[in-house]
């Protein structure tokens, strides 16, 4: 069974940063893609942004200059640097990844992660 694993959440005020991380585990998988997803109360589950196995990115323009998504392939883990946090970004944060699994017979498969809550006061 392959799973991702968040960390990193918490409480913060307004301007202050906060990393998250999402590790993948399990045996016989590949991840290609993986991204962040987050959803404030009350509203639809919106994309932060993503990062390809290669470490191209891109973001959701309410984040980009703030956040930075990396990964490290080795550990099959990705992480989500945010820095000069508003109260509006107060979230739960979900990790996603594309993955590969299986050894003789392989299948796509969504990974998605537990969820973190990432509250932001002002």
């Known amino acids: 069974q392959v799973q991702l694993v968040e960390s990193g959440g918490g409480l913060v005020q307004s301007g202050e940063s906060l990393r998250l991380s999402c590790a993948a585990s399990?045996?016989?998988?590949?991840?290609?893609?993986m991204g962040w997803f987050r959803q404030a109360p009350g509203k639809e589950r919106e994309l932060v942004g993503s990062?390809?196995?290669?470490?191209?990115?891109n973001y959701a323009d309410s984040v980009k200059g703030r956040f930075t998504i990396s990964r490290d392939n080795a550990v099959n883990t990705e992480y989500l640097q945010m820095n000069a946090l508003k109260p509006e970004d107060t979230a739960v944060y979900y990790c996603?990844?594309?993955?590969?699994?299986?050894?003789?017979?392989?299948?796509?498969?969504?990974?998605w992660g537990q969820g973190t809550l990432v509250t932001v006061s002002s």
């Open positions: 990062i390809t196995r290669g470490g191209d990115t």
């Open positions: 996603h990844a594309d993955a590969v699994i299986g050894r003789a017979i392989k299948r796509n498969l969504d990974l």
């Open positions: 399990g045996s016989a998988f590949n991840i290609n893609d």
